[in-house]
């Protein structure tokens, strides 16, 4: 008997976009996946001995790092921010797209960040911060929040914020304005380097009927 094959997706927004591209790809979740009231976590599909789980965007690219789901679905911007050498990103999936940038108070945009040696940011991506304003010259501490973080100017937690936006809304709505974009991001298609080696028979196939469902999906547009 053959191990489980576990995909792993994120809840949230990527979900819905990333539906329609594992249908095309063959994989259909139980019909208790969509049902937003069950607490299970593992669902069973359409294909004999895979599994679906559906986890917080920066655990499936723990999940697949470590070899407990062989394959997932996650943003550009966690793949760069764990930069795991087992996770291996075949398949731009050209869903999910929004950018990481910086933001500030509108009041505070006077600011030379050039002239400045040393920032305080709340962000998700401590790495991707530091590694953008190293790269300037400046030292960013960093204090880590895991969601929110358009609250911590106004109250005094840091004066600048790295997070993801999307339509810009919530800064917006927070006084906030975008004062530089670290980088442009789209979902990807993840799999564990091991995995890809040990179950290449099945897991080849898999990255190409993702690969077909993009040009596909595309092709129709
Ligand atoms: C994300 C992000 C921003 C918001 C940006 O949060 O952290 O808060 O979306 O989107 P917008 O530019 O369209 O307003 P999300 O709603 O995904 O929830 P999270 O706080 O759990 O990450």
């Known amino acids: 008997m053959t191990a489980p094959l576990i995909i792993a997706v994120p809840k949230g927004r990527i979900l819905d976009e990333a539906l329609p591209l594992l249908a095309r790809a063959g994989i259909e ?4 996946f969509h049902d937003k009231k069950s607490r299970a976590l593992r669902f069973a599909t359409n294909r004999e001995g895979m599994s679906i789980i559906r986890v917080r965007a920066f655990d499936v690219a723990t999940f697949v790092a470590h070899g407990a789901a062989q394959v997932g679905i996650v943003g550009s911007d966690v793949i760069e ?3 795991y050498s087992q996770i291996y990103a075949p398949v731009d999936l050209d ?11 509108a009041d505070a945009l006077d600011e030379d960040e050039a002239a400045m040696s ?7 991506y401590p790495h991707l911060t530091r590694r953008h304003y190293e790269a300037r010259g400046i030292q960013a501490e960093c204090v880590k929040l895991n969601g929110a973080m358009e609250l911590a100017p106004s109250l005094g937690l840091s004066r600048r914020i790295v997070d993801l936006v999307s339509s810009g809304a919530t800064l917006k709505a927070n006084g906030l304005v975008e004062t530089s ?3 442009q991001i789209s979902a990807r298609l993840i799999v564990n380097r091991a995995a890809l080696k040990m179950r290449a028979s ?4 898999m990255i190409e009927a993702f690969r077909a469902a993009v ?7």
Not at 215 to 221: C, L, S, T
């Open 29 to 32: 979740p139980e019909a208790e």
């Open 81 to 83: 921010e764990f930069d």
């Open 95 to 105: 869903i999910g797209h929004c950018r990481l940038s910086v933001a500030q108070p």
């Open 118 to 124: 040393h920032v305080r940011v709340a962000t998700k």
């Open 181 to 183: 974009i670290i980088m």
């Open 202 to 205: 099945e897991l080849v196939p």
């Open 215 to 221: 040009e596909v999906r595309d092709a129709a547009a």
